[in-house]
């Protein structure tokens, strides 16, 4: 046993043996050093990089305290986003399957306000919500975190950014003085500083330098005119093929049009923009994370938070002016520790951007658009489709049950069906492009646990 083991760690059993499991057996830097001082009841700073395994470092910091015969709030996580508050809840409740009687809550916009309240009145110990609706529930009384023992700040630099500083503080001075403060950060500016100092106690400081990823990102560069920036990713498209791909665009009608034109052009295209409803943004984060779509066109609403395995390439159609939001956009390639690749398209008047990246990476990669193939001679299409079936988790729903549907009744090879995610009223299957349509019909005029549903193709 080394010191990096999980089980070097003072955890439970069925703690242990969860993250076995997961295959989870060594800890990343960031858990190896916060760890100790997380489970040994210290108030953390920790500061690291996007998919360094942070959440799982908080994740286990607050399960380890666990009380499950007491329903209150017991440990709340504040995020930036819905979709990173959606996927923290994810990870949590798969770290906490081993454990009994865990319930953990998702509190974000974009959702009714009724049915949160509703589970609220029913209890749970772990609560993980962005700050606005946090704070809606605090002032309406139907959230108490009176007896809240940890506090959770995941991407706290981007909260700031977003502007929820007034929400975290109203939050923050609800919160019992004697807790635990874990603030986690891909950055330290001044306004975190000042947080802080006025929030945490004596908090240790954690810090695991950028400049040493587990995964290598590679990253081109290549100068257009303005007028090239579209037709720049499709030759990007035809050089390289990757799959899966996210094109991130600097305003959401740049990206609806680029998703029109990969269409056009036999492309496996989803748009995901702040404007669209939560509804549609769930579904397209899901038919990316399924493999159900090629290339995810996207603004800087998933620059953070989208925990997608295995995406081949980013390409910044436009570069960010900010090089902090170009780190994070870059490090959704390449996750778990395989190298990435990142495809830049320069135009003339972001000579300056590029200087800001330069000062931070080094000498950049620069290649000529004009080498590359002008057409994708074969259409770009995903491996998998998404079959949507109205019945969800209060339909008692599980995925064991579509797996059966699908592999038994309908007779489809195991290795055709992909991800499975179930919500409440709804779930969604990936299975093989070629047998898709074959699945279909098949669950049209089949059973699932015995009943009739509606099933459609995305």
């Excluded at 874990?182 to 240790?204: D, H, M, N, V, W």
């Amino acid at each position: 046993m080394t010191a990096t083991d999980f089980s070097s760690l003072p955890l439970s059993s069925p703690m242990l043996e969860t993250l076995d499991h997961l295959g989870y057996r060594q800890m990343t830097p960031i858990q190896a050093e916060s760890l100790p001082l997380i489970l040994g009841g210290e108030d953390v700073i920790a500061q690291s990089r996007t998919g360094s395994g942070k959440t799982v470092a908080f994740g286990i910091g607050l399960l380890a305290p666990l009380n499950p015969a007491f329903f209150g709030c017991q440990a709340l996580v504040l995020c930036p986003t819905r979709e990173l508050a959606a996927q923290t809840t994810t990870a949590l409740r798969t770290l906490a399957r081993a454990l009994p009687n865990v319930k953990i809550l998702t509190l974000a916009g974009g959702t009714p306000f009724g049915p949160q309240a509703s589970s609220l009145e029913q209890g749970a110990q772990i609560v993980v919500g962005t700050p606005g609706r946090v704070q809606d529930h605090l002032e309406r009384g139907t959230l108490d975190i009176g007896r809240l023992n940890c506090l959770v700040l995941d991407e706290a630099d981007r909260m700031l950014d977003m502007g929820f500083i007034d929400s975290m503080t109203s939050i923050i001075e609800r919160a019992p003085t004697h807790r635990q403060t874990l603030l986690f950060s891909a950055t330290y500016p001044p306004g975190i500083e000042q947080l802080a100092a006025r929030f945490l106690r004596s908090p240790k400081r954690v810090s695991i330098e950028e400049q040493s990823p587990s995964n290598p990102i590679t990253q081109q560069f290549y100068e257009i005119e303005p007028g090239q920036r579209f037709q720049g990713v499709l030759r990007l498209l035809a050089a390289e093929r990757p799959q899966p791909c996210i094109a991130f665009c600097h305003t959401r009608q740049q990206c609806q049009e680029l998703q029109q034109l990969l269409a056009a052009n036999r492309v496996s295209a989803q748009a995901l923009h702040g404007d669209m409803e939560q509804r549609e943004r769930d579904q397209v984060l899901a038919l990316f994370a399924n493999q159900s779509c090629s290339v995810l066109v996207a603004t800087d609403v998933a620059a953070r938070g989208l925990d997608v395995e295995g995406v081949a390439a980013v390409i910044n159609v436009e570069l960010s002016p900010d090089p902090a939001v170009h780190t994070h956009r870059i490090g959704r390639s390449g996750r778990a520790g395989q190298p990435g690749l990142a495809l830049n398209l320069v135009a003339p008047g972001e000579m300056g951007r590029v200087r800001a990246i330069e000062e931070r990476f080094g000498p950049l990669q620069w290649h000529a658009i004009d080498r590359l193939p002008e057409h994708l001679d074969q259409p770009l299409l995903a491996p998998m489709r998404t079959i949507a079936i109205a019945g969800g988790r209060k339909d008692k729903v599980r995925p064991g049950d579509l797996l059966g549907a699908l592999t038994g009744e309908a007779g489809l090879p195991g290795d055709a069906i992909g991800k499975i995610s179930i919500s409440d009223y709804q779930a969604l299957v990936a299975v093989r492009w070629d047998l898709a349509k074959t699945a279909l019909e098949r669950l049209e005029t089949g059973r699932i646990k015995g009943r009739k549903f509606k099933v459609r193709l995305l």
